[in-house]
């Protein structure tokens, strides 16, 4: 039985961009379990191969400017607004933690690329506790 | 536990700038047409998502979302207040 075609990651990724710097701010929208991270890697890998290879990963954003869409507040006011609870990081934590960290689609989301699911716990160990999302919803209610 | 239409990570955005994922993780298929409002995530991120389109893909049909405005709690409290 021959597995299905993927599309190539690769070809998604933002090359002409500047990598981010160790300083800038990961974000992810939670709270996660280490079986959902390990459902949403599988997403990845069933639909993408990286350099022709299946590829686990897991979708972040990274605070790339100080103002606008793809800032810190940008991002947790529009791409995670629907997230009351966050995990934030940093680029340099990413890295020294041993992922690599795909700038992929459209700026500011990037991947996580994981090198088995196994790795699910060190990425959740990486991202530590959850935080408030200050700017979660639309401010019916003080927050 | 909130029910789930359709499980998505709320983080995953594809080429379209659209969350994305795949119909046979929908409780119900049929109820995931193009303009339909779905509650989509995880039980223990859910969200009000419109979907967008439906993708016919060798890996599966890939499904679309737009996260909608606000939590599923502040949709909660705008039933309760029109009585539904």
């Not at chain 1, 605070?63 to 800032?71: E, H, K, R, T, V």
């Not at chain 2, 119909?23 to 193009?34: F, M, S, T």
């Given at each position: 039985m021959t597995e299905p075609q993927r599309d190539e990651l690769r070809q998604r990724v933002r090359d002409d961009e500047q990598p981010p710097a160790a300083a800038r701010v990961v974000i992810r929208g939670g709270p996660d379990t280490l079986s959902l991270l390990r459902a949403h890697a599988r997403r990845l890998w069933r639909s993408y191969q990286l350099d022709g290879q299946p590829v686990y990963g897991i979708s972040v954003f990274v605070?790339?400017?100080?103002?606008?869409?793809?800032?810190e507040r940008g991002i947790l006011t529009v791409k995670l607004q629907s997230y009351p609870s966050v995990y934030c990081c940093t680029v340099a934590a990413v890295t020294a933690a041993g992922f690599e960290l795909l700038a992929t689609f459209s700026r500011p989301h990037f991947t996580i690329v994981l090198p088995d699911l196994d790795s699910v716990g060190s990425l959740a160990a990486m991202f530590g506790e959850l935080l408030v999302n200050p700017y979660a919803g639309r401010g019916e209610e003080q927050r | 536990m909130t029910h789930i239409d359709i499980l998505a990570d709320l983080n995953s955005e594809d080429e379209t700038g659209f969350v994305w994922t795949f119909?046979?993780?929908?409780?119900?298929?049929?109820?995931?047409?193009?303009g339909a409002v779905v509650v989509a995530g995880t039980p223990l991120t859910p969200a009000v998502c419109e979907v967008i389109d439906l993708i016919d893909k060798p890996a599966g049909t890939v499904v679309h979302l737009r996260v909608l405005p606000g939590t599923l709690d502040e949709y909660r409290r705008l039933l309760a207040r029109a009585g539904v």
């Open positions: 605070a790339l400017d100080d103002i606008g869409p793809a800032s | 119909l046979d993780e929908a409780d119900d298929p049929a109820v995931i047409r193009p």
